[in-house]
């Protein structure tokens, strides 16, 4: 059986002003939220800890790798972190260009105080309802993997309404045998009803 971590939000600032960074992460910290500073690409990509939810507020000009670049190289990576661009430097090809391939927000420097803060808070809010609902899936998936084939084949019917002796005459077994099934695959699932399976099953896409 798979666990959930118990991972705080963290708030990425990628910047290579160091002023820049001081002045992001004051102002996230005191909305409550942890931050990690990195004062360029490189730095991000080997030092953070990619699975911890929250988001990255990403500078777009930068030397060597720029946000831009970051930003395809995490979507090739399956860094699955929502990014804020912040820049100088903005113009609308570049906003339409990061929004196109997943940024959440696109902020011209210096946003106002509130702005900027409604941003993060917005994008990490986002990132661990996203994250908790896959985790949700991902524990479903897990306990539906644990039924037997046999399980397996008799919950789909179950779950479409089919009555136990149909189910018995369809795959050639005794209905004493389906209620057995029926019976086990329900408590490894943890429900009680066909409705609940029929739910169970749609949530996973087997149904």
């Known amino acids: 059986m798979i666990e959930q971590k118990k991972l705080s939000p963290l708030v990425r600032l990628v910047d290579d002003d160091e002023m820049v960074l001081r002045s992001e992460s004051f102002l996230v ?26 988001c990255v507020v990403l500078d777009i ?46 902020l011209v420097k210096p946003p106002s105080e509130e702005r900027f803060q409604e941003a ?12 908790t609902i896959k985790f949700e899936r991902q524990t479903k998936e897990a306990l539906f993997e644990e039924l037997t084939p046999r399980e397996q084949e008799i919950a789909l019917p ?16 005794s209905e004493q045998s389906i209620k057995k099934y029926r019976s086990s695959l329900m408590g490894k699932l943890g429900i009680r009803t066909t409705v609940e399976l029929n739910e169970f099953l749609r949530s996973i896409g087997k149904l």
């Not at 479409?160 to 050639?172: E, M, P, R, T």
């Open 29 to 54: 910290r005191m909305d409550g939220w942890q931050t990690a500073e990195y004062s360029s690409a490189e730095e991000f990509l080997e030092r953070d800890d990619f699975i911890r939810p929250g």
């Open 158 to 173: 179950l779950a479409k309404g089919s009555a136990n002796k149909v189910i018995a005459i369809d795959l050639n077994i």
């Open 120 to 131: 993060v808070k917005t994008a990490v809010e986002k990132d661990v309802a996203n994250k």
């Open 61 to 106: 000009r930068m030397p060597r790798m720029s946000g831009i670049e970051l930003q395809s190289l995490m979507n090739q990576r399956n860094i699955d972190l929502p990014i804020i661009f912040l820049t100088g430097h903005g113009d609308i090809d570049m906003a339409v260009s990061s929004m196109k391939k997943g940024a959440v927000d696109f």
